[in-house]
Each structure stands twice: as C-alpha cells, then as structure tokens.
C-alpha cells in the first residue's frame, strides 16, 4: 500500500504557482520523498526528491515540514506542459532496503488551464 | 544520449500466446526495473536487476512472467502463456549506482502496452 496522501485532483491557471500536497505521517527516518510525474501516454518522469531539508532544481522546489509528516512540491509557474498526474513516494534508499521499489499511489491529476 | 527505450510501443495477442518485451536501459545503468500499470490499478513495481542479477523480483505476479538480462545490458519480459489480465502497460526504467543516495533518480521508458484478447 501507498504510504502517502494526496488529493485526487487538483487545477491550476497558467503561470501561476501550483502547491501539491503530500501527506506521509508514518514516513520513517530513512525514507526520502521522491515525487515522479506522468505526462499521457508516457512513462513517469522524475522530478525531485529530498531527505530533510527543502530541493529546488529546474523543474521545481520541494518543500518539507520539520517533522517530515508532510511535503509539498511547488511548480512555480504552471504551463500547459505540466499537466499530469503527480505521485509522492517514500522510499529507503540506503543500501539493502527497497532500492528501486517505489510505491506508486493514485496521485493527483493536475489540470493546467490556459 | 538515448533514454529507455522499449519494444513494442503496442502489442496484441489472443489468451494462451507468448509474449515478449524488451527493454534497453540508459548506457552504463548497472540497474533495470520492471513496473506494470494493469486496468484501473496503480503502477506497480515487478523487479529489479543490477546487472545480470536479480535483486529483488518480489513483484512478479507468477510464474508465467520470465525476465532476463543477460550480459546485463538488455532486459526482456516473457509473458508465457498470457491471460486477460495481463493487459496492461509495462515499464521499464533504469538508473545509476543507487549507493549514491544523492541521486534516487528512476529513467523510465515510455512503456510497452500490451492488450491480450
């Protein structure tokens, strides 16, 4: 089962920011966030992922609670091209855990509107 | 340079018949994986190679499914033989030395879909 909450769907208008929220209250200390994203009719695509403290690479910014209880990816201006499904995923990466084994869930369906 | 790449983009064939998926993963990525997004269900993770090697195939879903890497370069994905509920997308993805925690990124491909009738 997925370890992470999100909302099923969310909308955006262009060029504005888009906050995705991501709860994960079970999160464990080695647990990283990663969060992947699905264009249609593609395969999903990285988009960033961190351990404690907040990302930011040319895609967008990853922001984490103190407690890791939750996090939140920011696109900073929504295209039309950012349409997708966003998924938030927990994995353990150190060596001899889950390596490679994401845990997809539902994800939220973002809508870009022009 | 050449991301995943898979073959078949589509594939159709009637219950009882074998099929077979290749994947080409990124130039020098010691790691392939296998994921499945079957009808209305969430992508699901089938195995993981390093290398020629298994490290973890906890996915598979039975022992109609048979991946192999040999050379550790390609990968293919036997289905043999197919049921209706095989239908699905396949992905496969790759990625570098994940020892390096700073990296954690998945290459995935843009997936084989396969419809069994």
């Known amino acids: 089962d997925a370890k992470t909450t999100q909302p099923n769907s969310m909308e955006s208008n262009e060029e504005e920011p888009v906050h995705l929220p991501c709860n994960h209250s079970t999160i464990s200390g080695t647990d990283y966030i990663h969060w992947y994203r699905q264009l249609p009719s593609q395969g999903p695509e990285y988009v960033i992922h961190g351990l404690t403290s907040n990302v930011n690479n040319r895609m967008a910014s990853l922001a984490i609670a103190e407690d890791r209880k939750s996090s939140t990816l920011i696109l900073h201006r929504a295209t039309l091209r950012d349409a997708a499904v966003y998924y938030c995923?927990?994995?353990?990466?150190?060596?001899?855990?889950?390596?490679?084994?994401?845990?997809f869930g539902k994800g939220t369906k973002l809508s870009v509107k022009p | 340079e050449a991301g995943v790449t898979q073959f078949p983009s589509h594939s159709v064939i009637e219950k009882g018949q074998t099929v077979t998926l290749r994947c080409d993963p990124i130039?020098?990525?010691?790691?392939l994986y296998w994921y499945r997004r079957v009808m209305g269900k969430e992508i699901k993770f089938l195995l993981h190679f390093v290398k020629e090697s298994k490290q973890d195939e906890s996915g598979m879903p039975n022992n109609r499914f048979l991946a192999e890497r040999t050379g550790g370069t390609y990968s293919t994905l036997k289905v043999q033989p197919a049921e209706l509920e095989d239908s699905g997308v396949y992905f496969c993805?790759?990625?570098?030395?994940?020892?390096?925690?700073?990296?954690?990124?998945?290459?995935f491909g843009e997936g084989s879909r396969l419809t069994v009738l």
């Open positions: 995923i927990l994995s353990d990466w150190n060596y001899g855990g889950s390596q490679g084994n994401l845990i």
């Open positions: 130039s020098g990525h010691d790691n």
């Open positions: 993805a790759s990625s570098q030395d994940i020892k390096n925690v700073k990296s954690g990124e998945l290459f």
